[in-house]
């Protein structure tokens, strides 16, 4: 006997129509947010987050049950994993400045001055200000580390082979495809310290979570990333492997990258970043660049937009509440005082000039590597007293940054970033022309 399918009169769908009705509208604005990105005033990730938002109204208004930030952290923490890893995979496959330490000078500022002065500064202020323990404080630190410039639209560099990759660019997109993963020793750090009491363990920590976890993610990264693409590129030469599904070689790369690493006790997602790097560096100039490239971009877009539709449906005003005000405070203060103090501090004496000091400076762009961090931070139990204010306050931070970075992208480029095209600001100051020529001839195979 068939179950009553209808009862009389008129009837109206159930919420999971509407659920699909919203994901058809969404990947609609997507993909024209997308379209003609660099032309408009504001990032797409406004736009997701905007939708987001709507979901989460939509959500309380007809009271359906959905993910609870704290009770499935571990869902939110394996999507924003996925998200982050091929993110980061597609950041290494842009850059095309060779791997000479002169050329990296920026980035080396950003990862080794400003980011631990950050760490320092937020940790202090989670203490002192908001009231958290040592360890806690460490945590958040650590854990609103990592920059994503992704989600300020224009701040990266663009396609490989088509960028001249201006400095600011540059020091943007590298940094954000490195700090994600030097955040977790610093994330472990707080952990320890909340769990095992005391400091007997650095020894350790420093050992096995910086110097062994960090030299392996790079070190498997670069072999696989570089071995795939040697293997790839003959196979695609001779016909054996099919241009139509070039797209996806990238999302098989970095799972393997990743999974390998993290098997190994290293940091995946310095491995997928590496490996990125290593891949571009094989195939430099040849046609699965492009195509290996685009793929690798479609799939971090679109995942970058299913987390922030996540993270905007999750958002409520009891949610907005926790941090307090202290907590908004602190957000503030991360935003508007600490990165571009931090950065400004680690620029002093550089040859980048002022105007792009300041473009960097601004754009320390909170996304989808904080979400992953505090969502595993919640999952694995620890600081169970401080863990709700600690999600919410990184959670107004990734929202404030989106709306704040996302709305001067367009503009603060045109104006403090050097528009002429023949124009590269360098360490040492050497100009475009001689970097293009030393570039294209120390990365083609």
């Keep these: 006997m068939l179950p009553l399918a209808a009862g009389p009169g008129f009837t109206f769908g159930e919420v999971y129509p509407f659920g699909l009705l919203f994901i058809g509208v969404a990947l609609f604005a997507a993909v024209g947010a997308l379209s003609h990105q660099h032309e408009r005033a504001f990032s797409a990730s406004l736009v997701y987050l905007a939708l987001g938002i709507a979901a989460s109204v939509a959500i309380q208004l007809f009271d359906v049950a959905w993910i ?64 958290l323990s040592v360890a806690a404080a460490i945590v958040l630190g650590a854990v609103l580390a990592p920059t994503d410039p992704v989600l300020a639209g224009d701040v990266g560099v663009g396609p490989p082979g088509e960028d001249d990759e201006r400095e600011p660019h540059f020091a943007l997109t590298a940094e954000a495809g490195l700090n994600d993963g030097l955040a977790f020793p610093f994330v472990l750090l707080g952990l320890f310290a909340a769990e095992r009491g005391g400091w007997r363990w650095l020894g350790d920590w420093a050992l096995a979570d910086v110097l062994y976890a960090v030299a392996a993610g790079v070190g498997i990264g670069a072999l696989l990333g570089f071995g795939i693409a040697a ?56 046609e699965l660049n492009a195509s290996v490239h685009d793929g690798a971009e ?42 571009p103090l931090a950065v400004l501090v680690s620029f002093v004496r550089s040859t980048v000039p002022g105007r792009e000091r300041l473009f960097v400076a601004w754009f320390g762009v909170r996304g989808i590597g904080s979400l992953y961090y505090i969502a595993f931070v919640v999952a694995g139990g620890a600081l169970t007293a401080e863990r709700v204010q600690l999600f919410w306050i990184v959670a107004a931070t ?33 100009d475009a022309g001689e970097e293009r020529g030393r570039m294209i001839s120390s990365t083609s195979p």
Excluded: C
């Design 398 to 430: 990734i929202v404030v940054s989106i709306v704040l970075h996302g709305v001067t992208a367009s503009p603060l480029t045109e104006r403090l970033v050097e528009p002429s095209p023949d124009y590269t600001a360098s360490a040492d100051g050497r």
């Design 231 to 286: 293997l790839a590129v003959p196979l695609r030469d001779r016909k054996l492997l099919s241009e139509r599904l070039d797209g996806w070689l990238p999302v098989a790369a970095v799972l393997v990258i990743y999974g390998l690493s993290e098997v190994a006790g290293g940091y995946g997602f310095l491995a997928a970043f590496a490996g990125g790097l290593a891949f571009r560096r094989y195939e430099h100039g040849h």
């Design 68 to 131: 609870d930030p704290i009770r499935h952290a571990r869902v939110i923490e394996r999507l924003a994993e996925v998200a982050v890893v091929i993110a980061l995979f597609a950041t290494g496959l842009r850059l095309d400045r060779p791997l000479d330490p002169r050329r990296w000078g920026s980035v080396a500022r950003l990862l080794g001055l400003a980011m631990p002065l950050s760490i320092a500064a937020v940790a202090l202020l989670g203490h002192e200000l908001v009231g």
């Design 298 to 339: 479609i799939v971090e877009k679109f995942a970058e937009l299913a987390l922030i539709l996540l993270l905007g449906s999750l958002l409520t005003l009891g949610g907005l509440a926790e941090p307090g005000w202290r907590g908004w405070l602190l957000v503030a203060a991360l935003v508007l005082v600490v990165r």
